[in-house]
C-alpha cells in the first residue's frame, strides 16, 4: 500500500504469528500452520494505533483511513456503510492473488436477531427443504430451482487461451507475471460471481423462513464426476 505497493510494517501492526499463538495456547484453534508464499494472501493487522479514522460528515459509516507510516489516505471504494459513530477496533488489509486489494474494518456492534418468520395465519414456524443438485444447483420444495451458473463453461475458452499463453512465457520473465495477473484475475471474476450468487440466495432463505432442511447426502460422491458448486452451497 506503500511505496511499490507493498505494506511497511510499523510497531502498530499485529503480529499474526503471536495471535495464532494465543488462540492456539488457549485451546480455541489448531497449532498455527505457515502459510504458503505461491497460494496465501498477503495481509497486514493494524491495531487502533496504527491508523488514522476520520468519518465522512457527508456519508457517515464511511471515513478517510490512512495507515502507519502514509501521508495521503487510502482510496476506499465501500461496499457498504458502517454503522456511524463507531471507531474500528483494528483494520486488516489483504492483497489476494489477482492484486487486488481488500479492507476489512472491525467494530464492536449489537446485532439484532431477525424477526421470527411463521406461516400465514399459524404459529408454525415457516420451513424450506432444499436439494442439492448437480443439473440444477438448489431445488426448493416448492419447486423453485437455483440453476447452475455453468461459470468455467461460459470462461472455459479464455481460460485455456490464457493458460496456454502463461504455459509458452519464459518463467522468472515480467510477460509470465503479466499473464499470470490476467489468470488470477480471471478466476478471481468467477469466484466473485458464485459467492455473489450463492450469498444472495441464501440470504434470502434466511430471511423468509425460520427452519432450513438440508438433505444429507453424500454430496462430494456426486460432485466426484464434475466439480460443482453444491459443496459450497451447502457450507453457506
Known sequence: MAEGGLVHRPPAVAAAPRIAFSRFYKGVAKYPQRKSKHRS?????????????????????????????????????????????????????????????????????VIAPL?????????????????????SLVTLDDGEKLPHPRLLAKYGKQLATLQRELHRKLKGSKNRDKVRER???????IGDVRRDLLNRFTTRLVRENQVLVVEDLPIANLMRGRRAGAGAARRR
Open 115 to 135: 424477526p421470527a418468520v411463521f406461516l400465514p395465519g399459524d404459529h408454525e414456524p415457516k420451513a424450506v427443504g432444499l436439494d442439492l443438485g448437480l443439473v
Open 183 to 189: 489468470v488470477a484475475r480471471l478466476y478471481a471474476r
Open 41 to 109: 494472501n498477503d495481509a497486514a493487522t493494524y491495531v487502533r494505533t496504527g491508523f488514522r479514522w476520520v468519518e465522512d460528515a457527508r456519508c457517515p459509516g464511511t471515513a478517510s483511513v490512512t495507515l502507519a507510516k502514509q501521508t495521503k489516505p487510502l482510496d476506499v471504494r465501500w461496499s457498504r456503510a458502517l454503522p456511524p459513530g463507531l471507531l474500528p477496533v483494528k483494520l486488516t488489509v489483504t492483497r489476494d492473488r489477482a492484486g487486488r486489494f481488500f479492507l476489512a474494518v472491525l467494530v464492536e456492534e
